[in-house]
């Protein structure tokens, strides 16, 4: 707590504590749809979150990142339908396994000097791999998808993520407190600093007496084990799996267009990114169905045209804009 | 980070925007008063962009052409129509906010995840939820109660498909030797591979099935995949796939001058897309599909394809009526029990949705009714061949209106 | 059985060109302006409802066709380069990548909005002949496209070897700094280049049309594969980009062969992954300085 409170100023403060009560109080007035929205927007919070922390803090830009969104799925639910075993206790080998995932690229790129775009593309090629393997593998269903039973008796069962709406969205919110937390905490830590450092210059990094190799591999590491439990969420949420909607090319994309519209390595632009585009996507129907030019695409045209004039306009993010502008952070003038 | 300077805010006009949302579907506003309206509210979901967009457009061109041909027998029903986008996400939160707007049963959505997604939802809500598309075994095993489906399963659709290969070749006095299936290795090409390893074996086919072979739907060609089956040379090719795939598939065999006597699909759309008649030309012609096909002779049927040719003038009912015709029923199975009930209550309406038995219907097959799972086990499928680049119903008898052509006429030489 | 192998790698080493030329124009672009398109696969499928278009309406073949949608592709790319994306030169990966990302949404969207989602094919007369060459069969439109593919490669080799413009881009991309001190003006080289690069996608993207139909959706998978050719082969090396298209071309058509045709675009994947991982400047980059 004593982490998050020190990224803003009084002002801030009081904002911050507003925005989470509301949140916390939001379902007693608002209706089912505006809580399927929050629940989804807390979740691209929370993997947007797992996602700065390698990107925006270490610099190591990962494309591939619904890879450990999948495995987390899928092996959670897999163990769920195949053996009973619960997600409460499925979700450490599904954290185990994507972790793996991320040691594996992490090794590869880190030791072998792959940086940059080369790094994305390694990335991409992990995650693509695995989801045209996964489109093979039987015991999971391959493309013709995994399918969790609903089991209506068994709804009160919030250890087995069995529940209602409510359920979901107090779990999606508590994933993203937990996020912002870690994120908030991570960033003042030691490891943050050297993360950092790593990113700004890794040869003065090394310079310093930094282990980059260590820093980085501990943030592919964090930042997979974390995805992995957003899969988990997902995979229970939904309740089916197929390997195109887990791991598409198109999902990486989604999950990290929220963190770098609302502005990298920050603790709160992750949060602004998904509170601003989830509900974007929402606005820009009604919108386009008021105008009468719903005809399909017109929506995702306005979203594409959208992003390109916000990183143009503020290519480092809302966030950094907004709190100087609103004066949430630093010192009062 | 470099200070960013220069900055315009543009917050005004995105507030302008959300204003435009009707506050309705945010906010609890007093619970909307249910008067006992007259006319049900449906909820139409499907994929209208995004990767499954032609076929969310093919269904969508049937569902707006249905609120009028209901009319004329006596349904009142009113359509919001909702294109999730292909997407999970956006079918979840869309059908909430249907329903904040007062839809009082939903009907889609082709696509098996959105389609669970929705059914959550719609069970959480006590909405009826009518699923006119979507083949996944699954959908009515996961203990939904509020789901009905009326479409006939992966395994259904390859039992029909095969049965009708052999009433073909007794149609026909035309014999296979051999053959190959292909099919496209996505959600409803794996589902029907699943049940083609399980059903071949057992259907007692009067040929071996020499090899099963999965693409890409994603490939840009399909040659490799034609040699790999003109090497094995067999004179039957089964096909599972989607519209472009299978305009690749037939391309690369004139191509490679690779003439089996028949292609036939065993319960798989593709083989006659309008865009399938355009790539192929002739070439399209003579294909076989065994599916559910909209009963050319149903009363129902003409009239349902007399409002498509007014309302579509650009396409062709005798195309879309696969998609067409199921989302046509999906509604009026709606607009039935809505009309036996009285009332648009959920749990009410429920019940009349599982006691439905509607004898006058488009598709093929008997009365549409449903099992405690919520299955109609009763839909049949039609043999259809592609003739002058129509779809034409060639069996079984009671319900063709041609008669069938085997072996298909070399590619060469075709006008 | 060897004619049919040897069938199987012609095919493949076909495509491959066509897959090389499309990547030709990112390898252009990413290693002289250092932008990462990620909208080029997006490009090539506005190439080819143009010169479907152009066929469907005006009879031009896409043979020739390529030719006006190359020059418009150029203006549009120097265009591009000048107003938007030049504030965006030098700047970190991830805010092009939201820059062109959203570009290809847009475009994405808006060829289903004026298109629709019907793949549409160009039906050339010449489309389904073949041509038996002892036990071999080859397409036609597959030869005339790799060849027409070869021709433009050469266009372009020929003109970074031997004009001044063409050794002034080169020189921007082995050293910047050196490059403005000689006094290039870098900024107009940024856009020329630019220019040919989409110049490239637009060429490829007509002669796509040949072998593949027009789907709004297509984009994403021809920006993937042009990445993976252009980082097989070798960044900013033009024949790596062919030879990176040729290996893609034939591996998968081999793999599709051998293996299973659904697992066949994991190769390129491992192949991929395999040369970042073993030579990461690409088969034939030129070391890292």
Known sequence: MKALWGEMNGRGRVVLAVAVLLLLLAPTVATRYLVSVLTLIFYFVYVGQAWNLMMGYAGQLSLGHALYVGVGGYVSAALWVHFGIGPWLGVFPAVLLAASFGAAIGWLGFRFGIEGVYFALLTIAFAEFTRIGFDHIDVVGGAGGLFIPYEEARLGEWWNLRG???????????????????????????????????????????????????????????????????????????????????????????????????????????????????????????????????????????????????????????????SKTLGLTGRRS | MASNTGFRPSRRDLLGAAAAVSATALIGAPAIVRAEAKTLKIAKLLPRSGLFAAAGQSCHRGAVVTPKVLADYGYAVELMHIDFESNVDVARTQTERAIAEGAQCVTGAFESGATLAIAQVCEQRQIPFVIDIGSAPQLTEQGYKYLVRNFQTNPMLVENGLRQIKDLMAATKVSFESAVYVHANDTFGTLSRKAMDELFPKAGMPFPLKDSIAYDPKAQDLAVEVTKIRAIDPDLVMVTSRSSDAIKLVRDMVRQRFEPKAIVSPGSPGLYDEEFYQALGPLADFHLYNLPWANPKSEMTQALAAAFKQAHPKNRFEVDCFNAGFTFEGILIAADAFKRAGTADGPTLMEAVKATNIERHVMTGGPIRFDEKGQNNDITSAVVQSRHRTPTVVLPADVAVMVPVLPMPAWQGRS | MLAIYLNVVVQGVLTGLLYGLMALGLSAIFGVVRVVNFAHGEFAVVAMYAAFVLFRVYGIDPMWAMLPIAVAFFVIGYALQHTVIDAFVGRPDHEQFILLVGLAIVITNGLLLVFGPDAQPANLPYAFDSVMVGPLIIDEVRVYAAVAALAVCAALFAFFRFTRTGTAIRACADNLVGAAVVGLNVRRLYALTFGLGLACVGAAGALMITIADAVPSLGPAYTLLAFTIVIVGGLGSMTGALVGGLLIGVSEALAGFLVAPSMKSMFSFALLIAVLVLRPQGLLGKKPA
Do not use: C
């Not at chain 1, 603790?267 to 989830?278: D, K």
């Not at chain 1, 919108?287 to 992003?307: D, H, Q, R, S, Y």
């Open chain 1, 164 to 322: 209602g709406q409510l359920f979901f969205y107090y779990l999606a919110f508590g994933l993203a407190a937990i996020a912002v937390l870690v994120t908030a905490l991570l960033a003042r830590s030691r490891l943050g600093y050297q993360w950092r450092a790593v990113r700004e210059d890794e040869a003065a990094a090394r310079a310093l007496g930094i282990d980059a190799f260590r820093a980085k591999m501990k943030a592919i590491l964090i930042s997979s084990a974390m995805t992995a439990v957003g899969g988990v969420f997902y995979a229970f949420y939904y309740n089916s799996l197929f390997p195109a909607q887990m791991f598409e090319m198109s999902r990486s994309i989604e999950l990290i267009l929220g963190p770098i519209v609302g502005g990298l390595g920050t603790v709160f632009g992750p949060v602004i990114g998904a509170f601003l585009l989830t509900p974007l996507g929402e606005i820009l129907i009604g919108v386009t169905e008021a105008l009468g030019i719903n005809a399909p695409g017109a929506k995702a045209v306005f979203f594409g045209l959208t992003l390109m004039v916000i990183i143009y306009l503020v290519p480092t993010g809302v966030w950094p804009w907004l």
